[in-house]
């Protein structure tokens, strides 16, 4: 069946540093895996994507990394900041017909310190 | 430009009452979502809508849930005799017309949670 699960459920890091977020996959036939950055209290924002077709793509000051060979995600953020703590959750996109139904991990907990 | 606007955001039932849960899609988007998060879990899918049309129901619940998306007015997710169980973040989310079978971005509300005693 399919899953979506991430590797470990906090994060601590110094301000400043690199973050590394990693997840799982299972299902071989999704065409686009997304990070979701959900803040205290709020609703899930869209970070950035990448289709599987890619193995790397960039955004500001983030990077996603695909390893389809294992079924990897991972997550990286430059500088972390305070403002970056939040839960993390990765997700994929496998449409089927008119559907286009994200399947959500569980989500990893990123804390920033000062 | 507003968001997607999901209302209440918060709201207490007893078990056995019902539940009414909104959410206006933002605008120009079509395409609504209805996702349910358990505490420290990730959200799961119940419903995909296109106004007037269920598109995917395969994450509701048999019984008691059920959605809808009119030609006017905001799509509701509605809990009848809810249980504890149903306490849970209720996570509306709106996409424009193809965009989400593309890229998977779907834009989120701030949620609704809804406690049952």
């Known amino acids: 069946g399919e899953s979506v699960g991430l590797h470990l459920p906090t994060l601590s890091v110094q301000e400043g540093d690199n973050s590394i977020i990693n997840c799982a996959y299972s299902n071989s036939a999704s065409d686009y895996f997304i990070w979701y950055k959900q803040e205290s209290g709020k609703g899930p924002q869209f970070i950035i994507d990448?289709?599987?077709?890619?193995d790397k793509r960039q955004g500001q000051r983030v990077t996603v990394l695909l390893n389809k060979t294992v079924k990897h995600l991972s997550l990286q953020i430059a500088a972390t900041q305070p403002g970056d703590s939040a839960v993390y959750f990765c997700a994929e996109n496998s449409p089927t017909g008119a559907n286009s139904k994200l399947t959500f991990g569980k989500g990893i907990t990123l804390s920033v310190r000062p | 430009n507003a968001g997607v606007m999901q209302n209440p955001r918060h709201l207490v039932r007893r078990r056995g009452q019902e539940a009414r849960l909104r959410c206006s899609p933002m605008?120009?988007?079509?395409?609504v979502y209805w996702y349910r998060q358990l505490p420290e879990e990730g959200l799961k899918f119940m419903v995909y809508l296109q106004k007037e049309n269920i598109i995917d129901e395969s994450g509701m619940p048999k019984e008691r849930f059920s959605a809808e998306f009119p030609k006017e007015g905001p799509s509701i997710l509605r809990i009848q005799q809810v249980v504890r169980g149903d306490s849970a973040a209720y996570f509306c989310?709106?996409?424009?017309?193809?965009?989400?079978?593309?890229?998977?971005?779907?834009?989120f509300g701030e949620g609704s949670r809804l406690t049952v005693l």
């Open positions: 989310a709106s996409s424009p017309p193809g965009t989400a079978r593309r890229t998977g971005e779907l834009f």
């Open positions: 605008k120009g988007h079509s395409h």
């Open positions: 990448i289709r599987s077709n890619m």
